[in-house]
């Protein structure tokens, strides 16, 4: 198997993690509600793998499921956040980690999932950076593998999440969401088409995605409002 060195993408270093930062800004407490709404959301099962995308790039998936999974752990879940976008993936950048070895590592049988697991600074937060770029993404996502890296990760943390790639840029996102319990679209009021995010949410429904709701994010804000709202589809 022959995998793509990845490029250095510096600006993603500079992702803060208001929701550790600065727990109790009004933005970290719309992350509260944020999670407070999934955990609430399906009645007859538990959301314990999610899946939070985008339509395009740029929309604020990643940094929206770091902060998600840092309510999580701060809520005193043994939370598990898996860089599944083996395209431009930017995890390991957020959470400063070497990024040698991941989840195609482990998907390609050359680790296992305790190995390739690393804790972060957050207590109860662990990160699964991507690994070495490959060249079938999809097809590893959509792999035996996967479902094996899923069942084991769900019985050693109580909460999985996958930062995906957009949507409409490749189909990556549909795979994961048809396996996982429950999937957030972001979308960027000052970006994001809604033609864009319509598409976006047939294509997950049509793979049979659970889709949660929809987080708008760069909300201008005004009095009595706060940047990010959570709504359901």
């Known amino acids: 198997m022959i995998f793509r060195k990845k490029e250095k993408n510096n600006h993603s270093s500079n992702r803060t993690l208001i929701t550790h930062t600065n727990s109790r800004s009004p933005i970290s407490e719309q992350y509260k509600t944020i999670r407070t709404n999934i955990q609430f959301s399906s009645v007859n099962e538990e959301i314990r793998s999610l899946v939070v995308t ?3 790039p740029s929309e604020g998936k990643s940094t929206t499921i770091a902060n998600l999974a840092v ?8 939370v598990l956040l898996i860089d599944a976008d083996l395209r431009k993936p930017t995890v390991h950048y957020t959470f400063r980690k ?3 070895v991941g989840l195609t590592n482990v998907l390609t049988k050359q680790t296992d999932l305790k190995n390739a697991v690393s804790e972060s600074d957050i207590e109860s937060l662990y990160v699964l950076t991507s690994g070495p770029i490959p060249p079938n993404p999809a097809e590893l996502l959509g792999s035996v593998s996967m479902d094996e890296l899923l069942d084991g990760a769900l019985e050693s943390f109580d909460m999985v999440l996958f930062d995906t790639p957009p949507v409409l840029a490749v189909t990556d996102a549909q795979i994961l969401s048809s ?4 999937t957030i679209l972001v979308v960027n009021s000052n970006q994001t088409v809604i033609d864009a995010a319509k598409k976006a949410k047939e294509l997950l429904l049509a793979a049979q995605a659970k889709l949660l709701g929809v987080v708008l994010n760069q909300k201008e804000q ?3 409002q706060y940047y990010y709202y959570y709504g359901n589809n």
């Open 54 to 56: 985008s339509s395009g």
């Open 71 to 78: 309510v999580f752990a701060q809520q005193g879940k043994k």
């Open 98 to 100: 070497e990024n040698n």
């Open 179 to 182: 396996k996982c319990s429950g």
């Open 222 to 224: 005004k009095e009595g």
